[in-house]
């Protein structure tokens, strides 16, 4: 059980930092053994699930005043965003992309995206500030979810945050909320796929779901934490330093993994 909240924690912890949870997960299991797709998934729904209880108040007000022209723009953007996932997702397991089994994919991954950030901060400084959401941004942000997807070590929010901006959000904060809220359908929906994927194979019962439970929770816990915590970040700080984390933190597997 020891092992179950620990990866509870990592996800809890890396899911909404730009420095990729599904890659942390990857890593740690290398060494804790290996869980299961529906395991993963779900603790990453753990972690979406504080992202429901911090927005709360911003997810009542889009569903209680549909009828604002500016809410029911930003939904439309938001299921855009989430149609694309969707969509670049079925297409991923149809060609039957899987996650590594090695390291080196996801080492390699951490020290591209890190010299990425610094290359969507200086592009973004360069840039006149602005939160507003275009359809570009819905576009690219559904786009970077799927790169994400199919390259772990990309990083979720990473993927996210950084599309937006390069496509004319520069705005940290408003990035990271559209990005935040676009993540709750993604991976509500992609554990749903799992269990009934798990269902239709007749996996269910050999699911471990004390554990999947445990680690469903920490994650929800720890994530609460972080985002709120990289919430207050973003106001006044650029994601350089996780961009300098993500280039050690990777050399480092490539030269001792």
């Not at 799927?146 to 990083?155: E, L, R």
């Not at 520069?170 to 935040?180: C, D, Q």
């Not at 749903?192 to 439970?213: C, H, I, P, R």
């Amino acid at each position: 059980m020891f092992d179950v909240i620990l990866l509870g924690l990592i996800e809890g912890i890396t899911e909404f930092l730009p420095i990729s949870s599904t890659g942390h997960l990857l890593i740690a299991e290398h060494w804790l053994g290996r869980r299961s797709d529906l395991f993963n998934v779900a603790i990453q729904a753990g972690a979406i699930t504080a992202v429901v209880v911090i927005y709360w108040r911003r997810l009542w007000e889009l569903a209680l005043h549909m009828n604002r022209p500016e809410n029911r723009d930003y939904v439309l953007k938001l299921l855009t965003a989430f149609v694309i996932t969707v969509i670049g997702g079925l297409t991923a397991k149809k060609m039957g992309l899987e996650l590594p089994d090695t390291i080196a994919p996801v080492a390699i991954a951490l020290v591209v995206g890190g010299f990425v950030i610094f290359a969507v901060e200086w592009y973004a400084a360069k840039l006149p500030p602005s939160d507003k959401l275009t359809w570009g941004v819905a576009f690219w942000v559904g786009v970077g979810q799927v790169v994400a997807a199919i390259f772990p070590g990309t990083s979720r929010s990473a993927a996210t945050i950084f599309a937006a901006m390069l496509a004319g959000m520069t705005s940290r904060p408003a990035a990271a909320e559209f990005s935040f809220l676009v993540g709750i359908p993604t991976m509500f929906a992609a554990t749903a796929y799992e269990v009934y994927d798990l269902y239709k194979s007749g996996g269910m019962a050999d699911e471990n779901w004390q554990e999947l439970g445990v680690g469903f929770v920490v994650s929800a816990i720890v994530a609460f934490i972080a985002v709120k915590w990289l919430l207050r970040y973003v106001q006044t700080h650029r994601f350089t330093p996780f961009a300098w984390y993500r280039i050690v933190f990777g050399a480092a597997l490539l030269a001792f993994a």
